[in-house]
């Protein structure tokens, strides 16, 4: 067996991914809304000058407070959502401090959003004044808003508002599913059966003993000149004994 020191690679639910994508669609839908707060930025003004011109109020201070609540909250609102698409990459790669933080920021923004939403359907602007002295009421700001903006501004800015808080606590509720938990542990070392046909790396040598010789490259053992094998038979002698030998010599014919 080989304990290998890799760990093994974390398939990405899919409630993981639906929940990414509904962030970044979150953060697509607060750019959308800043741009409409711009767009609509001067028009807003003259319509709060208009309807403080007869008060002891200054219309113009009060359309400057509007207008930098209404700009520095969409601005507040995209940088936050913003850090929720940042985290929605780090949501990808399994990392539970993420999704933690994802939950927290999250939880902020769907009070901000939902709080907005709740400001809208109650009547819009709202001056704090009442209906006390000279000052406009909250319905006569509403109605000059109306008639300055275009038509399309409030249903538009409202759908936008519920489509947000919807697409974030969605994404909110898919990371908290059962399902997305073993992705955002911290992953363990896993084993892995040995490849056929690999190699099993050597037993390292003790220090100060000589190496074992390889079989290729080594020289051969010195030649003592003589012959392994006799000479062929055409290059021998004559294999007649000698005559000097006992037993040798044929009997005498008579």
């Given amino acids: 067996m080989v304990d290998s020191q890799s760990t093994p690679a974390r398939q990405r639910p899919s409630i993981v991914s639906i929940s ?32 403080y011109a007869g008060s002891a109020t200054d219309g113009d201070q009060v359309a400057d407070v509007f207008a930098v609540i209404g700009i520095g909250g969409s601005i507040v609102l995209l940088l936050l959502a913003v850090v929720l698409g940042v985290l929605a990459l780090f949501n990808n790669q399994g990392r539970n401090g993420a999704r933690i933080t994802t939950w927290i920021v999250g939880g902020i923004m769907v009070c901000c959003v939902g709080g907005g939403l709740l400001s809208n359907a109650a009547g819009g602007f709202n001056t704090g004044g009442g209906t006390t002295g000279d000052a406009p009421s909250p319905e006569e700001i509403q109605r000059r808003l109306e008639e300055a903006l275009p038509s399309w501004v409030t249903p538009v800015s409202l759908l936008l508002g519920v489509l947000s808080l919807i697409a974030l606590i969605t994404a909110l509720v898919l990371l908290a599913l059962p399902k997305a938990n073993p992705f955002f542990r911290k992953p363990t070392a896993g084993w ?16 100060g003993q000589p190496g074992y010789p390889q079989a290729s490259g080594e020289p051969g053992y010195p030649s003592s000149g003589e012959p392994s094998y006799p000479p062929p038979a055409a290059d021998r002698p004559d294999d007649t004994p000698p005559t000097d030998r006992p037993g040798s010599t044929p009997p005498p014919s008579n």
């Fill in 20 to 51: 990414s994508y509904l962030l970044f669609l979150f953060l697509a839908l607060q750019v959308i809304s800043l741009i409409i707060t711009l767009s609509t930025f001067s028009k807003t003004r003259d319509a709060l000058r208009e309807a």
């Fill in 192 to 207: 892995e059966p040995p490849t056929p046909g690999a190699s099993y790396p050597g037993h390292p040598q003790a220090p």
